[in-house]
């Protein structure tokens, strides 16, 4: 009784098993279709076939990747491909600037003064050139003829017009004779640095005032004859003259130097024929 007892459930367990294996195929076979999906929505087929290739002993499937065939895969987000950078430093703080002291505030330029314009003079036409009236003049010099002699001979300037031409004539002569004059063989007897000092007339006679340069002369007692009939000469050519008399710083002398030529009275040309 035992042993048909232990046959019957052992009989019942197999058919419960070939029931069970029966009920699992026609399930398969039904929901094929909804079980490979599954399958490779899961990725247990693509375990079960590498673990079958490589001939690895099972293990048990990852849990965690297997879902359930009513809830989606909840797939993990794609890795981003470009690494985030990392921020960058902030950059360094400048360096505070020292403090300026306030400058002091500026008066403001005065404007430039505003100048009326001038009024523009007319152009006045140069003035013509005015042509200085001349006069002629004699003036007499010295010529030595070759025995020695000594004569004045006279010799025409053209000067300026002026009131005073007997001061003229005389201030000329003393400055000596031009180089065409002398090229001619004519000399000046008076003594350098002499000066009229002041010249008039009255009553036909000249007074002529000189310096005292004209009291002495190198050459001696011809050469204070020769400027004598120089200055009397010169100061006769005017028709209001015939005599001069001579004065040193305005006084009246005798004589001329220390041979004594007489200079007391005034003299005329005839004082030297």
Do not use: C
């Amino acid at each position: 009784m035992g042993r048909s007892r232990t046959r019957k459930r052992v009989s019942l367990g197999i058919l419960f098993w070939i029931a069970f294996i029966l009920f699992i195929l026609v399930v398969f076979l039904f929901s094929r279709q909804n079980i490979q999906h599954v399958m490779e929505t899961t990725g247990l087929l693509e375990i079960l076939q590498t673990r079958l290739g490589t001939g690895e002993a099972e293990e048990s499937p990852d849990l965690d990747r297997i879902t359930s065939p009513l809830q989606p895969r909840q797939e993990a987000p794609d890795e981003p491909l470009v690494q985030p950078e990392e921020p960058a430093p902030p950059p360094p703080e400048p360096a505070p600037e020292p403090e300026r002291e306030p400058e002091e505030p500026r008066e403001p330029a005065a404007p430039p003064e505003q100048r009326e314009p001038e009024p523009r003079q007319p152009e006045q036409p140069p003035a013509p050139e005015t042509t200085e009236e001349t006069r002629t003049a004699r003036l007499y010099y010295i010529r030595v003829s070759d025995d020695g002699r000594i004569n004045a001979e006279a010799a025409r300037r053209n000067l300026p017009v002026t009131n005073a031409p007997l001061t003229a004539n005389l201030r000329a002569l003393i400055q000596g004779p031009t180089t065409d004059e002398l090229n001619n063989g004519l000399l000046n007897l008076i003594p350098s640095d002499t000066r009229l000092l002041s010249a008039s007339v009255n009553n036909r006679v000249a007074y002529l005032n000189f310096s005292e340069e004209f009291r002495f002369n190198s050459l001696g007692t011809e050469g204070l004859i020769a400027q004598l009939q120089q200055i009397v000469f010169t100061a006769t050519e005017f028709s209001s003259v015939d005599r001069v008399q001579f004065l040193i710083n305005g006084e009246q002398k005798e004589y001329l130097g220390g041979d004594g030529v007489y200079i007391g009275q005034p003299l005329g040309r005839s004082a030297f024929h």
